[in-house]
Each structure stands twice: as structure tokens, then as C-alpha cells.
């Protein structure tokens, strides 16, 4: 068992300007500049909510033989879009002194205090209580809670409990961020099926080694912050062994679709070609890093995912059986 390093002695060398923490009177100053459409935007992580769209509108199609219905579609992707928008926003609310402490997030408009806490909050809350009026109304009750449930997940369980208490946060905390190709499937069908479920198991397999890798790259910052993530509390070299080891768990779940006749030959190929780039980059991350060894890993690890899900997608409208 990798022995585990204590939070304190972890953190080396000086504090960078930009990794200090704030003072009031700064977060102050800054709360008077004028707020752009943009911070908003910024706020709510379109590049992670696009992926969580991604997957979930994969989900909706291959609950679906034919086309999926054009309201289940429209309302679903808008609802399941606004609760992931929501709980970005609450993430940037809840995580801005610790955001303000780290060189990749000190500029973001809550920790800058370009948005204040207040207007982040509201905004968080009227994206929210849309979004679920929106999944009610025009979906089914099941994908509003389901989806309102995957925001508590991420935005309260884990960004405001987990992330602070244990290097195993992004594990436990995972199958909050899994969930979109469940809520897609669920948005058309109106129930829970084993299929929805193995593609939430092949995001929540994905999940750890693709953030532990940036966890490496930032693993000063992250010591600074005083956050517990796994490379800070156990190692760099225990976290390399563990992205590798999840990359290889992730291989075999990612048969699973075709084993169980869920997809077919396009798929296998495809998902076999994404699991070997994914396995190069985590044996090169534990062998013969180089200092950019763990943002290329984390970088191909999105597109890992987001070609994964499109070959899947692809697979079930045009099936090609050996």
C-alpha cells in the first residue's frame, strides 16, 4: 500500500503571485468592472457541458429504433443542459477561494470577483429551476430527477464534501458526471435499462483516469490549495500506476456493448483502436514521462470519450456484423 504524504509537507518552494489568495479588498475592487455576457457563459463550462450532451444524446438514440422523437430530443438536451450548466456555475460559487489558490482556475469570474457570489448564485438557481421545469413539463418526472440528482451529486456531494475529504473524491463522486447517457435514455423511454447503465459504467471507468492525469499536471496547485487529490496525498508515481490501471479496467468495460450484442463490428473496431491510444499514453505516463506526458494524456482521454461515443452512435445506424 502506497504510503500516504501529508498535505503540509507536500506543498515546496514559494507561492507565485498568482497563486496567492486574494484579499477582500481585491475581490472588491474587482466586483465593480464591468460583467460580460462572457463571464456568465465561462461559468457554466461549455466545453464539459457539450460532452455531458455528447454522450447524453447517444444515450437517446440508442434507446430509439428508429429517430428520436423531436420533443424528447429539443426539451431533453435543453433540460439535461441547464441542470449541467447549474451545477457548473455552483461549482465555481463553492469552489472560489480554492479556484483563486491555483494557476488554471485563478482567472475565472467568481474567484477573480468579476461575478459576485450572489449573482452567481441566482444565476446557478434560475438555470437549475428551469432546467427541471423543462425535463417536467415536456420530458418525464423520471429524467427530472434523475438529472436534478446528478446536480446535487457533483455540485453538493462532491465539490462540497468529497473534493475536500478524501483523494478518492473523483471515484465516489464520479457517477454524478456518468450520468447524462442514463438521463438520455431514460428522457425517450421513460425507464431505467441495463444498456443506460453500461454506458454510465463506461463514463464513471473513464472518469479516474482522465482527471487523475490532470491532477498530476496540476499537483503543485492543488498542494498549494491544500485539496487532497491523489497524486498530493499518495504520490505522483502511485497516481501514474493507478491511471494506468483504471485505462486497462476502462478497456475491457468498453467490450462490453459488444459483447452483451449492444453494437456491433463498427464498434469494436472502433472502440478497440481508442482503447489502444488511451493504453499507449498510460504506459508512456508510468514509464517514460516527460514533463507534458500527463496534459497529452488528459487531452486524449476527452477525445477518447467523445470519439467513443460518436463510433457508438455511428455503430447503431449502421450496424456491420462479422
Not at 123 to 150: I, R, Y
Not at 157 to 169: D, S, W
Request: charge should be positive.
Amino acid at each position: 500500500m502506497a504510503k500516504s504524504i501529508p498535505l503540509n509537507n507536500a506543498v515546496a518552494g514559494k507561492h507565485s503571485p498568482i497563486s496567492q489568495t486574494k484579499s477582500n479588498s481585491q475581490i472588491k475592487s474587482n466586483s465593480h468592472a464591468k460583467i460580460s455576457w462572457r463571464d456568465y457563459y465561462e461559468m457554466t463550462k461549455p466545453n464539459v457541458v457539450m460532452l455531458l450532451l455528447l454522450t447524453a444524446l447517444v444515450g437517446m438514440c440508442l434507446a430509439s429504433p428508429g429517430w428520436v422523437d423531436a420533443t424528447a430530443l429539443v426539451c431533453g438536451l435543453l433540460g439535461i443542459g441547464m441542470l449541467s450548466a447549474s451545477a457548473a456555475v455552483i461549482n465555481h460559487v463553492v469552489d472560489h477561494k480554492i479556484d483563486s489558490q491555483m494557476a488554471r482556475t485563478f482567472n475565472r469570474p467568481v474567484a477573480k470577483g468579476k461575478v459576485s457570489i450572489a449573482k452567481a448564485s441566482w444565476f446557478a438557481a434560475g438555470l437549475g429551476v428551469m432546467g427541471f421545469v423543462v425535463l417536467s413539463l415536456w420530458v418525464n418526472m423520471l429524467t427530472a430527477w434523475l438529472t436534478l440528482a446528478s446536480l446535487v451529486g457533483y455540485a453538493v456531494v462532491y465539490t462540497m464534501f468529497l473534493k475536500r475529504a478524501t483523494p478518492q473524491n473523483i471515484v465516489i463522486g464520479g457517477i454524478a458526471g456518468a450520468a447524462p447517457p442514463l438521463l438520455g435514455w431514460t428522457a425517450v423511454t421513460g425507464e431505467i435499462h441495463a444498456h443506460a447503465l453500461l454506458l454510465v459504467l463506461i463514463v464513471f471507468t473513464w472518469t479516474p483516469p482522465h482527471f487523475w492525469a490532470l491532477a498530476i499536471h496540476r499537483e503543485k496547485d492543488y498542494a498549494k490549495a491544500k485539496v487532497p487529490m491523489l497524486p498530493v496525498t499518495h504520490g505522483v508515481e502511485f497516481t501514474k500506476t493507478s491511471v494506468l490501471l483504471y485505462t486497462v479496467l476502462l478497456s475491457l468495460v468498453c467490450l462490453l456493448p459488444y459483447l452483451v450484442g449492444m453494437s456491433d463490428l463498427i464498434y469494436l473496431i472502433g472502440s478497440s483502436l481508442l482503447n489502444i491510444g488511451f493504453m499507449y499514453y498510460a504506459v508512456k505516463l508510468k514509464f517514460a514521462a516527460t514533463s507534458q506526458t500527463a496534459m497529452k494524456t488528459f487531452k486524449f482521454s476527452i477525445v477518447h470519450l467523445m470519439v467513443l461515443f460518436v463510433v457508438l452512435l455511428f455503430d447503431h445506424y449502421v450496424p456491420l456484423s462479422l
